[in-house]
């Protein structure tokens, strides 16, 4: 029997000090933990154990398809051992020791185990409030009771001596519940173990947690966007006559309004991007200038600027995408760094190979993309009425065409419609440009590989702008870029990321171009490259359309479906997580957002 002579300990919760207690008791008779059919499978973490007890979506998106968020909650937690809970002077004590076992199929990290008057003494540490009995007895919520459970059969193991109890410490209260270690503890860890396997084995998420209470402190809200989904089923059962109510008290507040980060775009062809420590450092000649990565959140190559090796690995470590354009603005490449999300890619895949979904998704898409443009005609030729009579007979038409998309039967037709009426709204795209708009910025028609006039020349380097920021938002929501269900895979864009910029092509850059030509922000000569077949954009106007988008990004609207005001920037990512929503249980919350 190993009798180690110092105390021991686990940490595999980041928020949490686990342990356990020993008694002198005799050690229970041997029996098999797991079902032989499980022995073959990877081990689970212990603390993915005590996820699942708290909500099955979250040991779901954590332990299969591998999201995993550190707020300020988690970091606090993880000082939980230094901060508040000392060494023990009278009983040192040994942490962070690894523990394993192939019959249990669980490995973790003890974090305190402490020997005391020949006992094997361990405490689990937590920083919230205990459950209270009737008599106001302090008891472990089943979460935390279940981590204990594991930690306990795992020393025992260890040890070759029995753990007959553990206890929790909750800081909150300062006070310790008990866990006693018997045969029907082990086999609530079994049921455990088996209900986890289980759902690791499937592609379907769970459902979220019926009570809401639990979503509001969990550090996966932004990810599982469990009030969206919530008000989206609330919204069904919902009347007419108390739908406004309802939306108006069920608010979600747990998606973040704005975006941390910032988007690196890197616009000189001399441009040379290297790595020192956890700083992007771009060098143009002899100018240098640097950028904490923690402050990035994607990096845009825009012509022939070079990057290193070293830069893109640092970038792929902290999620940030690297992304290239051409020199005209064409969309080329960009990094996806999202492994682990097999599970998620096989869901899309399943959901988009079916027709009626496809359909589904295609008439809610394009449906959003005409009425937006037809809203955007209304509004800006709204009081001006020389303006509106020319715009007035591509309003009918779109108008028309609008009203066919609902029973539209393939996504051929759907396709058709879309065209006609992007046909007729840039059309009349030319009236919403104020009289003093030099003719040099007027477009005759819409011309795109390559754009033959300044103002195509200005909204395909947009587009290619939103291009970059829908595929960094579709990898960083895990989904796959090539499983679209609108544009048919015949170029190197992917076709999802060309489906979902079709909702964002007229708030993002058209209404923001139309605003700055009104103003006379744009040079003739000086912004434009002016060449036999084609015009581009000079370095000094590709930093002014940069500028004039990430501007545009910071901006706030309020989504029509959770009635909370987002940035642009944050807005595409939730469309991209309502968009899985579509095959994840709640269908009918994409495409929602239209402008006023």
């Not at 009278?90 to 402490?114: F, I, N, T, Y």
Request: charged letters at 25%; proline letters at 6%.
């Amino acid at each position: 029997m190993r009798r180690p002579d110092r105390a021991f300990a686990v940490m595999d919760d980041p928020e949490c000090f686990c342990g356990v207690v020993a008694m002198s008791v005799a050690l229970p008779e041997p029996s098999a933990p797991v079902e032989p059919s499980f022995v073959d499978e990877p081990p689970l973490r212990v603390m993915a154990l005590h996820a699942l007890l708290y909500c099955e979506r979250l040991f779901y998106l954590e332990e299969v398809e591998e999201l995993r968020v550190a707020d300020s909650a988690v970091y606090a937690g993880r000082r939980l051992h230094d901060d508040v809970v000392p060494l023990d002077d009278e009983s040192p004590e040994q942490r962070s020791m690894d523990v394993a076992s192939e019959a249990w199929g669980l490995v973790g990290k003890v974090d305190a185990v402490r020997r005391r008057d020949g006992v094997w003494v361990a405490y689990e540490h937590k920083r919230g409030r205990c459950r209270r009995g009737d008599d106001n007895t302090p008891l472990p919520w089943p979460s935390d009771r279940i981590q204990a459970i594991a930690y306990a059969v795992l020393i025992e193991e260890e040890l070759h001596e029995p753990v007959p109890e553990a206890r929790i410490r909750y800081h909150a209260d300062n006070v310790t519940a008990f866990v006693t270690i018997d045969d029907a503890a082990r086999d609530d860890l079994r049921q455990a173990i088996a209900r986890a396997r289980e759902l690791r084995r499937t592609v379907e998420r769970p459902p979220v947690h019926v009570n809401e209470h639990f979503c509001r402190r969990c550090s996966l809200a932004p990810v599982c966007l469990p009030e969206e989904e919530r008000l989206g089923s609330s919204a069904e059962e919902s009347t007419d006559a108390d739908e406004e109510s309802t939306t108006a008290k069920h608010v979600p507040t747990l998606f973040p309004s704005d975006r941390q980060r910032q988007t690196l775009h890197v616009v000189s062809h001399k441009a040379y991007v290297s790595r020192s420590g956890d700083t992007l450092v771009v060098t143009v000649e002899d100018d240098k200038q640097t950028a904490p990565i923690q402050d990035v959140d994607a990096l845009v190559i825009h012509g022939f600027g070079q990057v290193t090796t070293q830069a893109i690995q640092l970038c792929s470590r902290h999620d940030v995408a690297v992304l290239w354009l051409t020199a005209g603005g064409q969309f080329v490449a960009g990094t996806a760094n999202s492994p682990g999300r097999v599970q998620q890619r096989i869901r899309q895949y399943m959901a988009l190979t079916q027709d009626d979904v496809r359909l589904r998704l295609t008439r809610q898409l394009v449906h959003a993309k005409v009425e937006t443009q037809l809203r955007y005609l209304l509004r800006g030729t709204r009081g001006d009425e020389k303006s509106r009579l020319a715009c007035q007979q591509p309003i009918d038409r779109i108008r028309e065409t609008l009203r066919k998309i609902p029973v539209a039967t393939s996504a051929d037709s759907l396709r058709g419609l879309e065209g006609m009426a992007a046909k007729n709204y840039f059309a009349a795209f030319p009236h919403l440009l104020s009289d003093h708009v030099s003719d040099d910025f007027r477009p005759s028609g819409r011309s795109k590989h390559p754009p033959r006039d300044r103002c195509n020349c200005l909204l395909s380097f947009g587009y290619a702008l939103i291009q970059t920021l829908v595929h960094r938002s579709i990898v960083a929501v895990g989904l796959e870029p090539a499983f679209g269900f609108f544009h048919q895979p015949r170029t190197a864009a992917p076709p999802l990321m060309l489906d979902v910029m079709e909702l964002f092509r007229t708030p993002l850059w058209e209404m923001t171009l139309v605003g700055s030509l009104n103003r006379g922000q744009w040079d003739p000569q000086d912004d434009f490259e002016i060449r036999r077949d084609h015009v581009w954009l000079s370095p000094a106007g590709r930093k002014k359309a940069i500028q004039l988008f990430e501007q545009r990004l910071q901006e706030s609207y309020k989504h029509p479906h959770t009635g909370q005001s987002l940035s642009y920037a944050r807005m595409v990512e939730l469309e991209l997580r309502l968009l899985e929503k579509e095959w994840t249980g709640c269908p009918g919350l994409f495409a929602q957002m239209r402008i006023r």
